[in-house]
């Protein structure tokens, strides 16, 4: 494994080149679900691909592109994305890079024709590649998109106006706004981003129409919301996609007074948590890798956001529920041992 955590992009960029084949086609693969940060990054390394290494980079994922602001995104990107079931793979594994995930990560469908060369993450997590993989994990960043962004501008690559849009609303909603593990290397791309992109296709992108089963979830959201000192927490019954459940544990933890939020979601066969801090000491990715086993599911994530899985596919309705409930009552004690710990006041029974 070639482990460039601590290396400079000019080293990271000679690294890739050596494990990158003379021709061909080479796979971008991001976590199913694909957000924002995990889109930009997969075009952020298309362009590399075909600007430094006349290479041919093709962006495939799993699940599906559900969230209206990603969708729009998706209308704007010149590259276009193909599921792996679209996929006509030949006798060979085909080169593989994997952006803002890695394919020891749970939130990842590797495809059986898929060989990992290289990783571009920015989430904690342990290392599990093998051979020549180069593996770039640098949680110091609040944004995959950033370090693609210093990579291409290392190679001398120039971003598109509309790429340069899509990767400047990928930092900004990654880091909210930069309140959440954003550091200066984040706001200087963002900014020269910014300085250079179509202005039009981020106010589209940032302003998409939201369908109406949105407003479904919202209510449902709101009504089974509960508060205890200050935490809020809330559960989708059923969810066609996990990406509803992390936006809503940012919109609670914009309630006043509150300073952790999370939010559950039964979606096929998955209990998907995702859970926000208001303070960058808490560790929520820590927290949450705590409570979901590797036998049960998978978790990961920063200080202050955190998401993961629980397999419920073997359990019954009732069992389902008690599962949650079980999940529930671990990261409320979880979360009042911190608070507890951090000399914030403890939990109440008001609210």
Not at 105 to 124: E, L, Y
Not at 294 to 318: F, N
Request: aromatic letters at 6%; proline letters at 4%; hydrophobic letters at 45%.
């Amino acid at each position: 494994m070639n482990d460039v955590n601590n290396n400079g992009t000019g080293q990271l960029l000679e690294a890739l080149a050596k494990v990158l084949p003379a021709r061909g086609q080479v796979l971008i693969i991001p976590h199913d679900y694909p957000d924002p940060d995990a889109l930009a990054s997969a075009a952020a390394v298309q362009l590399l691909l075909a600007k430094r290494h006349n290479l041919r980079g093709k962006i495939i994922f799993s699940g599906i592109v559900s969230r209206a602001e990603n969708q729009k995104i998706l209308r704007h990107l010149k590259y276009g994305l193909t599921t792996d079931l679209q996929w006509r793979p030949g006798r060979e594994k085909i080169p593989a890079i994997f952006v803002d995930t890695a394919p020891w990560r749970g939130n990842v469908t590797v495809p059986v024709f898929a060989r990992p060369i290289a990783v571009f993450d920015h989430h904690h997590g342990r290392h599990k590649a093998q051979g020549n993989m180069v593996v770039d994990i640098n949680p110091v960043y609040g944004a995959t998109t950033t370090r693609l962004w210093e990579c291409l501008q290392a190679a001398g690559i120039q971003v598109p106006k509309w790429l340069a849009a899509i990767m400047a609303y990928a930092i900004t909603t990654e880091t909210f706004d930069f309140i959440r593990h954003a550091t200066e290397r984040d706001i200087l791309a963002y900014t020269l981003l910014l300085n250079q992109c179509n202005m039009k296709i981020l106010g589209q992108i940032k302003n998409a129409s939201l369908p109406r089963a949105y407003f479904g979830y919202l209510a449902e959201a709101v009504t089974n919301a509960q508060t205890y000192g200050r935490v809020a927490w809330t559960h989708l019954a059923t969810v066609k996609q996990p990406e509803i459940v992390a936006e809503t544990a940012d919109l609670l933890l914009r309630m006043e007074r509150i300073m952790w939020a999370f939010c559950t979601g039964f979606t096929d066969d998955r209990l998907v948590v995702s859970i926000r801090a208001e303070a960058t000491s808490l560790h929520c990715g820590r927290l949450l890798r705590s409570i979901i086993g590797r036998e049960e599911g998978s978790a990961g994530g920063h200080e202050q956001a955190a998401a993961g899985y629980i397999d419920v596919s073997k359990l019954s309705a009732t069992e389902r529920v008690q599962r949650r409930d079980a999940l529930e009552a671990k990261l409320l004690a979880k979360i009042e041992n911190r608070l507890s710990d951090t000399a914030r006041p403890l939990l109440s029974s008001e609210g």
